[in-house]
């Protein structure tokens, strides 16, 4: 079993950083990534990454300014949000599976209960 707790949601202004982290417990996954949903609008993936060979996997609309990475040593999934936008504006989540591949499809099994992200 694999137990998911985010940190790092604030308020900032549109232009302005913010790093999220995502320790795991339990079971060290293969694939891990981040998903978003705002009101009026379905969840979605945002970034995920394959913890085993590094492949990494962007919404359109955040590549380049968002990086996925994982601190194998310390089990924990990051999100670093640059140039930030008032449409990032959401509830990050972070999720976890144990098989593959890894993508941007919601079908992860495991979820943490996710950290507020508001831009303005």
């Known amino acids: 079993d694999v137990q998911l707790v985010e940190s790092g949601g604030d308020s900032v202004q549109a232009g302005g950083s913010l790093r999220l982290s995502c320790a795991a417990s339990?079971?060290?996954?293969?694939?891990m990534a981040w998903f978003r949903q705002s009101p009026g609008k379905e969840r979605e993936g945002v970034a995920a990454i394959d913890t085993g060979d590094g492949s990494t996997y962007y919404l359109n609309s955040v590549e380049g300014r968002f990086t996925i990475s994982h601190d194998n040593a310390k089990n924990t999934l990051y999100l670093r949000m640059n140039s930030l936008e008032p449409e990032d504006t959401a509830m990050y989540y972070c999720?976890?599976?144990?098989?593959?591949?890894?993508?941007?499809?919601?079908?992860?099994?495991?979820w943490g209960q996710g950290t507020q992200v508001t831009v303005s």
């Open positions: 339990g079971y060290s996954p293969y694939c």
């Open positions: 999720a976890a599976r144990e098989d593959w591949p890894c993508s941007l499809s919601p079908a992860y099994k495991y």
